[in-house]
């Protein structure tokens, strides 16, 4: 069993602690701070010299089943569907004989696959690392993320921040639709920070409520 953390550094709460039991592990930032990167390096990290290390994903901005960083790496994943019952996935855990689980896209799993992750955690021991994002783009926190907030055993946020336009520090996901900031919509829209009609760019609260996107808009 091992104990690698990706929360060996600045920003860390911990909850709880226990070396002789696995952990459930939850790494959060903006859009652009390299969450999915972190998570395949810790899961290439991992598999050197070990065959016990899974990957999962929850929804990437690319085909199903694939991990993908904007730097250009990417690893071949599990897809798990929003709301699917994890038994499934488990079972296959369990006969690979996984020790740890490294999970990017976590906030677009539910309430109750989060409580399953805890659930292999505890039950199975096996190490679960999760990445995503902590809001949405309207500033609401995703339901999965205040679970993991919840319960999991570390959670930090990444050190290495999406900056916006001016130069502040971005705490904020803003969907661009058309040009325009997005006030309304539904919370699940996959997408990313590359131009198009709907795409997202990460903006520091004050340019977030002004809706601006640059020194010059409007």
Not at 3 to 32: N, Q, W
Not at 80 to 97: C, I, N
Request: proline share 2%; hydrophobic share 40%.
């Amino acid at each position: 069993m091992s104990h690698l953390s990706p929360a060996k550094c600045g920003g860390i709460v911990k909850r709880s602690k226990r070396d002789e039991m696995a952990e459930l592990t939850f790494t959060y930032g903006t859009m652009a701070s390299g969450k999915s990167t972190l998570a395949l390096q810790l899961c290439w990290q991992l598999r050197e010299g070990r065959s016990d290390v899974a990957l999962w994903t929850f929804g990437d901005r690319s085909a199903e089943g694939m991990v993908t960083s904007r730097i250009g790496i990417e690893a071949a994943a599990e897809a798990v569907e929003p709301g699917e019952s994890l038994e499934r996935h488990v079972q296959t855990l369990l006969k690979r004989a996984i020790s740890i689980l490294v999970i990017d896209e976590a906030q677009f799993a539910t309430v109750g696959q989060i409580d399953e992750l805890s659930w292999i955690v505890d039950d199975h021991d096996i190490d679960v690392h999760a990445f995503g994002l902590s809001a949405d783009f309207l500033l609401n926190v995703f339901p999965a993320s205040a679970r993991l907030f919840a319960i999991a055993d570390w959670a930090h946020e990444l050190p290495l921040t999406s900056s916006c336009w001016c130069g502040q520090k971005g705490r904020c996901n803003a969907r661009v639709v058309n040009g325009v900031v997005a006030r309304e919509g539904s919370q699940f829209v996959t997408g990313d920070v590359s131009e198009g009609a709907v795409h997202y760019q990460v903006l520091c609260r004050a340019h977030y409520r002004l809706g601006q996107l640059s020194a010059h808009a409007s």
